[in-house]
């Protein structure tokens, strides 16, 4: 079904554009101007019926779109109603002057809207490609645009109109590629609003290119690309694809830092202020626009990007600290975390401002049985639930560590006359009940040896866990002479 949606959307979108331009070549004046105010018409009814009727997933972008448009086909209409019936060489007024950048705030909202849940899972993707994107802009003005207004004695404010038009296209094109590039299943959609914005940057450039100095009209063809970009626009809503733009799939590797991307966002800074360096040394005047407005728009884009990419080095940092201490199976803290805990701790009691600590060795009686008749994986699984029971029993500030295969080291802080004999029973306690992992009950205890140390003695951390050890292996002993039958794991 959604194969024949797509088809016929492509198809439909041949069609409509090729009879529009068709008809916008055959004919001239009037008519050829209301071939495009009919292809922003069109599109904006299409798309207005499908939102109308929830045919479209995820409305609310396109609901802008549907506005920028309608802002379109108004500054098409005023277009037409001037210079295609008052026969002015160009249309003017306020009317033209505000509905042409209210038609592409419209689609730079559409498409923030659109690319949000893709910048959600790729910030750092759509960053770059919206940086890039500025840059490439700034190249184009400085060396295509820029060169025809001054040629053409442009005033400084229709610069600054036209520049910004730019960028803020450029911007929204970064973005769409960034996401037509990391997704499959809304490829087709993205691809359709990309078209329509590339068609919509390159009719703007080619407007300050062609324009006439006298007239002011530009070249004739660049109306075939508003009529292909208008349509593109419904196409890409019309598109069954799009249901899957609120989906897209998660890219981590983009937000690495790394010395290329540093380099990268170093040399896009450098960009403008390199651009009017060499228009100086070329003894031409600082395109003092293009330096301020590029820089307004890339600075903070840039240190967004850079502060971005900090917090990433810095929560990559701190994963791997936390991996180096900590046990991957039960998520525990492994020996060496037992070691810094345990090395704080005892300096802390041999400073005399705690009251003593206690060191609990346990080791898990009959997980060997359990681990050798049922598997590796029944093992794991007592051992993560075993670890969860211990951690849950204890006091928050109490520490459990796995010190490796089936042995636990719990360390409790405060005075060993009280708390040594609660935390025994802790143990027990959490160990009590048979454990269900896997289809397979087992009951599950533990061999516990302690070692404690009071305020003020100096004990070291490897002599109280050898102590414990020798406590634990002691009990275990003890279990085996007074148990009777399997030897206990």
């Given at each position: ?345 005892l300096g802390r009691v041999r400073a005399g401002t705690s009251a ?58 405060g005075d060993p006359d009280l708390t040594e004999g609660e935390a ?14 896997h289809g397979i009950l087992s009951s599950v205890r533990a061999s ?42």
């Open positions: 079904m959604q194969h024949r949606g797509s088809t016929g959307v492509n198809l439909g979108f041949v069609l409509l554009a090729g009879s529009l331009c068709l008809a916008y070549v055959l004919t001239d004046g009037v008519p050829r101007r209301a071939t495009v105010v009919l292809s922003s018409a069109l599109a904006a009814g299409v798309l207005t019926v499908g939102l109308l009727r929830r045919r479209v997933v995820r409305p609310g972008p396109w609901w802008f779109v549907v506005a920028a448009l309608v802002a379109l086909t108004a500054h098409n209409l005023q277009s037409l109603v001037q210079m295609g019936i008052e026969g002015k060489p160009a249309a003017t007024g306020l009317g033209p002057l505000l509905t042409l950048p209210l038609g592409y705030l419209g689609l730079l909202v559409a498409s923030v809207l659109i690319a949000f849940p893709y910048a959600r899972r790729d910030v750092g993707g759509i960053i770059d490609a919206v940086i890039i994107a500025l840059g490439a802009a700034s190249l184009i003005w400085a060396f295509l645009l820029h060169p025809a207004l001054t040629a053409q004695d442009a005033a400084t404010g229709e610069r600054l109109y036209r520049l910004m038009i730019i960028l803020l296209i450029s911007g929204i094109a970064g973005a769409v590629v960034r996401a037509t590039a990391t997704t499959r299943r809304a490829k087709p959609a993205l691809v359709y609003l990309l078209l329509a914005v590339t068609l919509t940057l390159a009719g703007n450039a080619a407007g300050v290119v062609t324009e006439d100095p006298v007239t002011g009209a530009g070249a004739w063809w660049i109306g075939l690309l508003w009529i292909l970009a208008y349509l593109a626009l419904g196409a890409s809503a019309a598109h069954p694809a799009h249901a899957h733009l609120a989906d897209p799939p998660v890219h981590s590797r983009s937000g690495r830092l790394t010395t290329r991307r540093l380099v990268f966002l170093g040399v896009v800074l450098a960009l403008n202020p390199l651009l009017a360096g060499g228009t100086e040394a070329w003894g031409h005047p600082v395109d003092w626009v293009l330096l301020t407005t590029a820089s307004v728009a890339l600075v903070p884009l840039v240190i967004l990007r850079i502060g971005q990419l900090a917090r990433l080095h810095a929560e990559a940092e701190h994963k791997l600290a936390h991996l180096a201490t900590h046990d991957q199976l039960t998520g525990l803290p492994n020996r060496r975390g037992l070691d810094e805990h345990l090395e704080l701790a003593g600590l206690v060191v609990l060795f346990c080791d898990l009686d009959g997980f060997k049985a359990v681990n050798d008749e049922h598997g590796h994986h029944v093992g794991d699984g007592l051992l993560a639930i075993a670890s969860s029971r211990l951690r849950g029993a204890l006091r928050a500030r109490d520490l459990v560590a796995r010190f490796g295969g089936d042995e636990f080291v719990v360390v409790v802080e025994r029973d802790r143990i027990r306690r959490a160990l009590a009940d048979p454990i269900h992992t516990v040896g302690s070692a404690s140390v009071r305020r003020g003695e100096d004990v070291s951390a490897s002599q109280l866990l050898s102590t414990a050890d020798g406590h634990m292996y002691a009990a275990k002993r003890a279990l085996r002479t007074s148990t009777p039958g399997p030897t206990p794991g």
